[in-house]
């Protein structure tokens, strides 16, 4: 899958936070649809960027089986001329059907992940007992702190929370720049599922 997005932090959170909640989501390409290109992409002298061939570009580098647009609105036409599939962001976890089974309409979900984490790691007592930890994620940083260790969408989360929190003993540990070293000894799974760590 590769996300379009409006170049604002807000979507670019959006973005992240859905893609948290999809396996294998770290190596969705989210890429930004500029109306003008941005002054810092001219690196070059006398080099002439343009937006939409940067944009091609990332799709042919990529080369995503889905499209999905996060803009709200219509993707430009050079991206719907590919004849490649699109979806609207909402599709992904539609309100009326996830809840059924816990699935994402596209790819594997978190709900699916955690299910295999608890029969791998945690049905059986061991004698080094792994950790889940979900950082709670606020301040100023919270954008940088999303890009490094994950965050689910909030319609997830209280499910996530209810359905798997004692489960799977999830703690709520804080991350800062200052306990970043500790945090990263700690971890066994970020809240985004795919980074599982040894």
Known sequence: MAFFIKPTAKALQSAMELNTSLWGGTYNPIIPLYANVPRHWKEYPRQRVIASE??????????????VNCTGGQLPPYITDLNSDVIPIDEIWPQETWKDDGSPKFGVGIFELLNGIYREYFEQIRRFPKKIIFPPLKGPHKLFWTAFVGKLPSFLTEQVNK???????????????ETCTAFLRLITFSQAASHVTA
């Open 163 to 177: 359905g798997f929190s004692q489960l799977l003993d999830i703690t709520h540990t804080d991350i800062s720049p």
């Open 54 to 67: 940067r944009a091609l570009g990332f799709i042919r580098a990529f080369d995503p089986d889905l499209l």
